[in-house]
């Protein structure tokens, strides 16, 4: 068995990151549902690498960043 590098960042799909970008978009526009489906579209590996480049970069996870840009009034402009 070989033994994985746990520094190396996982890979993020090219389709899940486009399913990000689409929830981000979709949250600024008020449109929850959508944002709710592009966010569920996300496969399991990559939302595992997008938390934790979040951590990473901005020291929390998405749901934690969501909120707090709500409370601040903005929403994806904040994130990006």
Excluded at 7 to 12: H, K, L, T, V
Excluded at 23 to 49: C, F, N, R
Aim: with cysteine; hydrophobic share 45%; glycine share 6%.
């Amino acid at each position: 068995m070989t033994e994985q590098n746990c520094s190396a960042p996982q890979p993020i799909s090219l389709m899940a990151s486009g399913e990000l970008r689409d929830a981000l978009t979709a949250i600024e526009e008020g449109k929850g549902p959508a944002a709710i489906a592009a966010l569920m579209a996300i496969d399991p590996v990559s939302w595992q690498a997008i938390e934790q480049r979040l951590k990473a970069v901005v020291g929390s996870d998405l749901r934690t960043l969501l909120f707090q840009c709500r409370e601040d009034g903005s929403a994806a402009s904040a994130i990006v």
